[in-house]
């Protein structure tokens, strides 16, 4: 049995047992974070190749040619050649950021090389994948700046001591004119204008430069330069990532395998990509309580993409905790608080993040919402003729979207809570109540209801005074 069998094995029979017990969750996460190091080179080729595909997309051409390779270059005594391209263009990196160097992370304990590409020229056009309007360009300073916090934020997931760095500056900044026509003159147009997010900002009437256009080529050139064997992007980059495969095959090279990544959706679970301009996403460099917490206020449905992109659970084990191989399947309270504990491990160490875990217990767990400590307060006379879903924006910091406060009620999350004398009485809201003045929703849902009251929104709660 292979070290990474004899960890599923030894996980498998945790999940089987009681995970409500904090011992058990501790054992749980020292076997499964234990595997961010673990030696992946006793796998064959197959299995190496099914490893990277159960946490992508697409692999194309195919899984069967990313094992040939991987067996080609293992008889020659190499391992593959992977690269990935960034441009760093923010400071600010959320766990959405670190998928890619997870399964990058994968490739290096398989025996692989990395290179990391920084995009300092590319950076300057502005990548339009998925965009609506151009991406502002940055100056060398602020790519600077924007790689090292990107580093420093980003390495609790990513061995950057075993990798190669590279500045496509190198090779894109002494490229002559005469030869990017050249270039140009065997790429047709149709296929730089195929982009769904070019032709949707050309029928919106927005502009379209000629650098935006020329950007695939870029990254292709990139390919090019290092002739690497495969290649990994987000599933919006797949068309660059393609662009890359046939100019290596214009200039007689060996076309580059492409690993395309999911994107991850945002804790909100509006469905829209996670971000920072939208609020919902987890900050690699927030504090474990907070990260434990945002973590814990996702929907459920959440769980699964969640724990593929952010663990080193097989699929195996996702399906033994989600039910699906046996009868008994993890209360998603108890599977969500193992995700958390999984990424505040990862960021802060086990103790971080059992304490953070005893004190969202500490906090969530009372009896009686009066003896949470620093609720935030909605005063009724003050905010009574807004919407639920602008009170949620405003004092919450929820997404200031009424569709996400509609998608929350959907889901029995959005609630009224009474405590009086004889207990708790709540009242789940309905979607169409979201977008209703909260003054409105009180008088008519606690019309007879007498005690502290309090507006609840999936793990988010405050109070509600003066009503």
Not at 19 to 29: C, F, H, P, Y
Not at 240 to 255: D, I, T, W
Not at 421 to 437: K, N, S
Request: charged content about 25%; aromatic content about 6%; glycine content about 8%.
């Amino acid at each position: 049995m292979t070290r990474l069998g004899e960890s599923v094995a030894r996980a498998s029979t945790l999940l089987s047992t009681d995970l409500s017990s904090d011992a058990t969750v501790r054992e749980l996460l020292q076997e499964t974070g234990a595997r961010r190091y673990l030696d992946l080179t006793d796998l064959p080729a197959k299995e190496q190749a099914e490893l990277i595909a159960a946490r992508t997309v697409e692999v194309l051409p195919g899984v069967e040619q990313l094992a040939e390779r991987i067996e080609e270059r293992r008889a020659a005594g190499k391992g593959l050649h992977i690269k990935l391209g960034i441009d760093p263009t923010a400071t600010d990196v959320h766990l959405g950021h670190a998928v890619p160097l997870i399964v990058l992370s994968r490739f290096q304990r398989l025996g692989h090389d990395v290179t990391l590409i920084i995009g300092d020229f590319t950076a300057k056009i502005g990548d339009p994948s998925g965009r609506t309007a151009e991406r502002p360009p940055l100056t060398d300073e602020d790519i600077a700046h924007n790689l090292a916090t990107y580093r420093e934020q980003v390495r609790p997931f990513f061995d950057f001591e075993k990798v190669s760095f590279r500045q496509n500056s190198e090779w894109l900044a002494p490229y002559t004119f005469p030869e990017l026509l050249s270039l140009l003159a065997q790429v047709p147009a149709s296929q730089l204008l195929q982009r769904e997010d070019f032709r949707n900002r050309l029928a919106a009437g927005s502009g379209l430069t000629m650098t935006e256009l020329l950007y695939p080529i870029a990254q292709g050139l990139d390919s090019v330069a290092l002739e690497c064997d495969v290649e990994l992007g987000g599933s919006d980059q797949l068309l660059n990532l393609q662009m890359g495969r046939k100019l290596m095959e214009l200039r007689g090279q060996r076309p580059q395998l492409v690993v395309t990544m999911p994107l991850i959706e945002g804790t909100d679970g509006t469905g829209a990509k996670m971000s920072k301009s939208k609020g919902n996403y987890v900050g690699l460099s927030a504090p474990a309580d907070d990260v434990f917490g945002k973590i814990m206020s996702v929907p459920d449905r959440l769980m699964e993409p969640y724990l593929k992109a952010w663990t080193e659970w097989t699929d195996e084990e996702i399906a033994l905790a989600l039910g699906r191989v046996s009868d008994r399947s993890l209360h998603p309270m108890d599977l969500k608080k193992i995700l958390a504990g999984e990424v505040v491990t990862a960021l802060y160490g086990l103790d971080a993040a059992m304490a953070a875990r005893a004190g969202f217990v500490a906090q969530f767990s009372k009896k009686s919402f009066s003896d949470v400590e620093s609720l935030p307060v909605v005063e009724v006379a003050e905010h009574g003729a807004e919407t639920v879903a602008t009170v949620l924006s405003k004092v919450l910091e929820f997404t200031p979207s009424a569709s996400a406060a509609r998608r929350l009620a959907k889901q029995n999350a959005l609630r009224l809570v009474v405590e009086g004398e004889d207990g708790q009485q709540t009242v789940v809201l309905a979607e169409a109540d979201a977008i209703r003045p909260l003054g409105e929703v009180l008088a008519e849902k606690l019309a007879d209801a007498t005690g502290d009251a309090y507006l609840k929104a999936g793990r988010k709660l405050a109070h509600l005074q003066g009503r």
